[in-house]
């Protein structure tokens, strides 16, 4: 046990079935696992710092990992938070947390959730909420729009981690003046298609989640939403159908990339590095990596706000990112709420800005000048997106209805006001738990 | 049938094609014949190399060069290994993808060998069924038991450990190893036993004093196949997995970070698939004969 | 083995017995010989025997039991449930409706349609490029053990391994085949990924299915084919009209190996398309329902159908082409 040895209570099941593998016994792995459930509850027993585990993914900056390491030394000696990794997108890291939740894992901790699990991580008693004034002081000065990603049901059940939200890049060398719209800028792609320029714009319509962010941000900044308030209804109306062509639109304009229908986040990233786009909606990690990669190209990067759909109203992108929840069979609850309380500071979030280029959820630091000079840039303008940004639909179905959005409407060219119509049922099945998921 | 196929250790059946020698006395077609067989052998070894190679030449290109298309990286770099053996993300797969394999592998030759002594030297009633079910495993489809092992072994206690994978890997490399065993067990001179047998030893004392520093190559040979089988499991290793406790190369590979959350790693998966796949290559290259005879014993002799 | 119940067998093993296997041969008529003996009184030695016999036999049946038939039993207890990870206390009996749903699904249709597609087309191509490559290994004049040593290492390739491999060929930006077929992106369509799909299987079993078919190659007595050729037989008469039927066990078992194992495609199918574009396979299919829907009663009702399918197309392989269970009937 190399890697967990260091920060693993020896009581806990984890602990031993190392040794029950090499024992080869399945009693043995069994009688183990039976102990490592009676844990008591402190579980501490006076006996140095309780070690926490924190189930995240692996960020390449380090930030995190340093995060953990500073408030581990800063909680004296209460706790050490030992990571363990989770994979890289968020279906994956989700299958992973499940698995451990649905088998009752004692040390899951700290979890990080996907702005959308919220809902499904309540409902299904996996994440226990904050008491009401615990939850107001640790998320005091958060974005609104960050901190209602983790409640559901008036209770906050994650503090905002980080949060996402993306922008509308653009290359300043052949577009002089920005597009507002999606029409704009649409038009702008094709006559510089026409002049026999870059002129592609780089999206998301991969069959994925990606595509559905894509989704509700077009049915968003058309003024309409995926389902009601409540969570408990389609709605999809006539903004839907705005959304649906303005998909087809792109699908049947010579701005769209042939490779579109099988784009993700990082390969619109890379196309728009080798530098045949012109265009590029995506979260601002594609910025230090142009830097990167292509410095030359990165000089003329632009970037403003995401593409409206109705002329003189902002748009309404849809916000990402990571927020923290107490797991709900860990032993040491009261320690992982501090943890997470000194994970989610200020000073933390400022190094996983500055370093791992994912943006704060402190508000103030939108307007902080020394934060904007010290590497984030585009602050400003993702500060107005996230003013303005929409929240995926809100229910413990979601991922359901999720790849039923992004079943149905791929690939993106036959996306059609008929695939609208089934969209609407398939949604309506998927929130009484009906059918298959594709 | 094909008691040719698994003379243990000795050449494929093709190898001894007396037909070579009847056709060898006419040097003139023989020429175009050789350039003809030549031109074949290169179409198979560029079909069978090149999608390892894109992978080998992806692993040693730079981030900002793994667009660029070409076979030759441009720019070569050391970097996607260092990054790999740097992460206990990797190191710790690659721990229990040896450990878990070679476990699996010593327990199916172990547990095989002894029914597979049975099947080919021993009468006993219900021999037949065994052999069906043994069929009936290799064939059964993985994902069936996904759920309900997955559901089972997170109620015992060994979801996420190294014994929860050893046991499906056993079972399904079981019906592999004991054809393969029993077409080599019954290649070896059954007198020796006899003798044995006749000096007093008990069949137990036979088997394993006689018999099995015979049968060492037939298992050398279940060994390897067993161990290609545990090391290319996927299903299992990211169904019943969930920490680095025992998640597998395959499995770990899905957790590959980019240079940001939403970078994909593709220099570092190229760098890992080669690094599996080399052993697996060295093994190939080494018991190429006994891998042929193995495989070919195993599934068409029976 | 075999030799009641397949006549061509017969011929081939006489055939093979006489090819030159003195040792084999004796062996084989000797062997049978002194089971029968034993059978008629049962002496203390015959009972130590089939004492030793269940012994050295039931560590393996106890593993392979515990591990696939409880299991199974297990599969259709659930299957009959409603039964939600999240919510397992809402647990129930709901008798057959999970599989009225899955059979009432479209998802499921298509996923069979997809898994049979993939299956057909791609052990019928492994199985001519493997006729193919198992007579040129049994013809060739050079590189014999050369071509035999690389054809392995497609089958000694991780099959995730490889399915990257591909995937990175197939994609814009990092590939070198995308476009090639017209489609920038065939992994974004489901003829073109579907086509993907059949070339990384085709690529990584191709030589299993040579080697087994090399096997078989090996039980056509050479006299015979040169007996034929005097007689004016062609190439291509001698291949269908003596080889064929003289190889006939062996094809049957390598298609009854391939085809079962085609169906339960999972690996590449993961990795390359991750099933989207309607190119999910029955085996992705359940993994999804069971893994991101957390439903395992409907996910279980999928596991359970999917091995009944098996056992079908099995069932049919031994009972309508008589293919003879490797390993089974004869042998001592």
Redesign the interface.
């Known amino acids: 046990m190399p890697v967990h040895g260091g920060h693993r209570d020896p009581r806990t099941s984890r602990g031993r079935r190392s040794t029950a593998a090499v024992a080869g016994a399945l009693a043995l792995a069994a009688g183990s696992a039976l102990a490592g459930c009676g844990g008591s509850d402190d579980g501490n027993g006076g006996r140095g710092p309780v070690s926490l585990t924190w189930y995240v993914y692996n960020e390449s900056s380090g930030s995190f990992a340093k995060a953990a390491a500073d408030c581990s030394a800063a909680s004296d000696g209460r706790y050490t938070i030992g990571i363990n990794v989770l994979p890289n997108d968020s279906?994956g890291q989700?299958?992973q947390l499940?698995?451990r939740l649905?088998a009752e894992d004692s040390s899951m901790d700290i979890l990080t959730l996907d702005v959308t699990w919220t809902a499904?991580f309540a409902?299904?008693g996996?994440a226990v909420p904050f008491p009401a004034a615990e939850a107001r002081r640790v998320t005091d000065g958060m974005l609104p729009v960050a901190v209602e990603t983790g409640t559901w049901e008036d209770q906050l059940y994650a503090v905002p981690l980080n949060t996402n939200a993306q922008l509308l890049w653009y290359r300043k060398d052949l577009v002089p003046n920005p597009p507002r719209t999606w029409d704009d800028m649409l038009a702008e792609a094709r006559r510089l298609a026409e002049a026999g320029k870059p002129h592609y714009v780089e999206v998301q319509g991969?069959?994925?989640e990606g595509y559905t962010v894509l989704f509700n941000s077009l049915v968003a900044s058309a003024g309409g939403q995926i389902l009601n308030d409540e969570g408990t209804e389609v709605v999809l109306g006539p903004p839907a159908e705005k959304a649906v062509e303005a998909i087809r639109a792109l699908a049947h304009s010579p701005a769209a990339d042939?490779?579109w229908?099988?784009q993700k986040e990082d390969?619109n990233r890379?196309?728009f590095e080798?530098g045949s786009a012109a265009f590029q909606l995506n979260y601002p990690f594609i910025y230090p990596s142009a830097r990167q990669n292509n410095p030359e190209l990165a000089d003329k990067i632009g970037w403003t706000q995401w593409p409206t759909l109705v002329p003189g109203q902002p748009s309404h992108t849809t916000i990402g990112g990571y927020n923290l929840a107490i797991g709900a069979y860990s032993p040491h609850k009261a320690q992982a709420a501090a943890a997470i309380e000194c994970m989610t500071s200020r000073e933390n979030q400022i190094r996983t800005a500055i370093d791992g280029g994912l943006p704060p959820t402190i508000e103030d630091l939108y307007t902080d000048q020394e934060f904007i000079d010290g590497g984030y840039p585009f602050a400003p303008a993702i500060y107005e997106a996230l003013r303005n940004a929409s929240v995926r639909p809100q229910t413990?179905a979601y991922?359901?209805v999720s790849?039923q959005i992004a079943h149905t409407l791929?690939?993106p060219s036959s996306a059609s006001l008929g695939r609208l119509d089934s969209l609407r049922e398939a949604i309506a099945d998927a929130l009484e738990?009906?059918?298959?998921?594709? | 049938?094909?008691?040719?196929?698994s003379?243990p250790g000795a050449s494929?059946?093709?190898?001894s094609?007396?037909?070579?020698t009847?056709?060898g006395r006419r040097p003139s077609g023989?020429r175009t014949?050789?350039l003809g067989?030549?031109a074949?052998?290169l179409l198979?070894?560029g079909?069978?190399?090149v999608?390892?190679l894109?992978?080998v030449s992806?692993s040693f290109k730079t981030p900002a060069s793994?667009?660029d298309?070409s076979?030759i990286p441009n720019e070569w770099t050391l970097e996607n290994y260092r990054g790999i053996f740097g992460e206990s993300l990797f190191t710790r797969a690659l721990l229990n993808s040896l450990g878990i394999a070679l476990i699996s592998t010593v327990l199916a030759v172990v547990?095989?060998s002894?029914?597979a002594?049975?099947?080919a030297r021993?009468?006993?009633?219900?021999?037949?069924l065994?052999?069906?079910?043994?069929?009936?495993?290799?064939?059964?489809?993985?994902?069936?038991?996904?759920?309900?092992?997955?559901?089972?072994w997170r109620q015992i206690g060994i979801f996420d450990t190294w014994i929860g994978l050893i046991?499906?890997y056993?079972?399904f490399s079981?019906?592999l190893a004991?054809?393969t065993l029993?077409a080599f067990f019954?290649?070896i001179p059954?007198d020796l036993e006899k003798a044995a047998q006749v000096d007093g030893a008990t069949?137990?004392q036979a088997f394993l004093r006689v018999i099995a520093p015979l049968a060492a190559p037939g298992m050398v040979t279940t060994a390897i196949l067993v161990f290609?089988f545990c090391?290319?499991d996927?299903?299992f290793a990211i169904?019943l997995t969930s920490t680095e406790q025992s998640r597998t190369?395959?499995a770990a590979?899905a957790f590959f970070t980019g240079a940001s959350q939403f970078a994909q790693p593709?220099g570092s998966?190229?760098a890992a698939?080669v690094v599996?796949?080399i052993p697996?290559?060295i093994?190939?290259?080494l018991f190429?004969r006994r891998?042929?005879a193995g495989?070919?014993?195993?599934?068409?002799?029976? | 083995?075999?030799r009641r119940s397949e006549p061509e067998?017969q011929t081939?093993?006489e055939a093979?017995a006489n090819?030159g296997?003195p040792t084999?041969a004796d062996?084989?008529t000797n062997g049978p010989a002194?089971?029968n003996r034993?059978?008629a009184p049962l002496s203390a030695g015959?009972r130590?025997?089939?004492r030793?016999?269940?012994a050295?036999?039931a560590?393996?049946?106890i593993?392979?039991l515990?591990?696939?038939a409880?299991?199974?039993g297990?599969?259709v207890y659930?299957s009959l449930r409603r039964y939600?990870?999240?919510?397992?206390d809402d647990s129930k009996f709901v008798g057959l409706a999970n599989y009225a749903?899955?059979l009432t699904?479209s998802?499921?249709w298509q996923a069979l349609a997809v898994t049979v597609i993939i299956t057909v087309i791609s052990v019928a191509i492994q199985f001519v490029l493997g006729m193919a490559?198992?007579l040129?290994?049994?013809?060739?004049?050079?590189?014999?053990?050369?071509?035999?040593?690389?054809?392995?290492?497609?089958?000694?390739?991780?099959?995730?391994?490889?399915a990257?491999?591909?995937r990175?060929?197939w994609?814009?930006?990092?590939?070198?085949l995308?476009g090639l077929f017209g489609d920038?992106?065939p992994?974004?369509?489901q003829v073109w990924g579907i086509a993907v799909i059949i070339l990384a299987e085709v690529?990584k079993t191709t030589?299993?299915m040579a080697?087994?078919l090399?096997?078989?190659?090996?039980?056509v007595p050479?006299e015979l084919?040169?007996a034929a050729k005097v007689d004016g037989a062609t190439a291509w008469q001698r291949f269908t009209r003596v080889m064929l039927p003289l190889m006939k066990?062996?094809i049957l078992?390598?298609l009854?190996?391939r085809v079962?194992?085609a169906?339960?495609i999972?690996?590449s199918i993961?990795v390359l398309t991750?099933?989207?574009?309607d190119t999910?396979s029955?085996?992705i299919?359940?993994?999804?329902?069971?893994?991101?829907?957390?439903?395992?009663g409907?996910?279980?009702s999928?596991?359970?159908l999917?091995?009944l399918v098996?056992a079908l197309v099995?069932f049919i392989f031994v009972k309508g082409f008589g293919t003879?269970?490797?390993?089974?009937?004869g042998?001592?």
């Open positions: 279906d989700r299958q499940v698995r649905a499904e409902e299904a996996w991969a069959q994925y042939p490779s229908s099988n390969d890379l196309a080798t413990p991922q359901s790849l791929s690939p738990s009906k059918g298959l998921v594709p | 049938m094909a008691t040719i196929a003379t494929t059946p093709g190898a094609a007396p037909g070579t009847a056709r023989e014949a050789l067989w030549s074949a052998n198979i070894l079909i069978s190399l999608p390892l894109w992978l992806l793994i667009t298309g076979f547990l095989g002894m029914a002594y049975a099947i021993l009468a006993f009633p219900g021999k037949r065994l052999i069906g079910l043994a069929l009936l495993i290799a064939m059964f489809p993985q994902i069936s038991l996904v759920s309900p092992l997955f559901n089972l046991i499906p056993l079972t079981l019906p004991i054809y029993s019954r290649e059954w069949p137990l290609i090391w290319n996927f299903l169904s190369v395959p590979i593709i998966i190229a698939a599996i796949t697996i290559i093994f190939v290259l190429q891998i042929v495989l070919t014993s195993g599934a068409v002799k029976g | 083995m075999r067998t081939a093993g093979m090819a296997e084999n062996e084989r002194p089971a034993r059978r015959a130590a025997e089939r030793l016999g269940w050295l036999c560590p393996a049946v593993v392979i515990a591990v696939t409880y299991p199974i297990y599969a659930l939600d990870l999240r919510f397992p749903t899955v699904s998802l499921w490559l198992a040129t290994m049994h013809r060739a004049l050079v590189g014999r053990g050369l071509i035999r040593t690389v054809i392995l290492i497609p089958y000694g390739i991780v099959t995730v391994v490889a990257f491999g591909w990175y060929a994609t814009p930006d990092t590939g070198y995308s920038a992106t992994l974004s369509s690529w030589p299993f080697l087994l090399l096997a078989g190659l090996a039980l050479e084919l040169r066990p062996a078992v390598a009854l190996f079962l194992d169906f339960r999972f690996d993961y991750a099933g989207a574009y999910r029955v085996s299919l359940g993994y999804d329902n069971l893994f991101t829907a957390l439903n395992l409907v996910g279980s999928l596991s359970v999917i091995f098996v099995a003879a269970a490797p390993g089974g009937e042998r001592r």
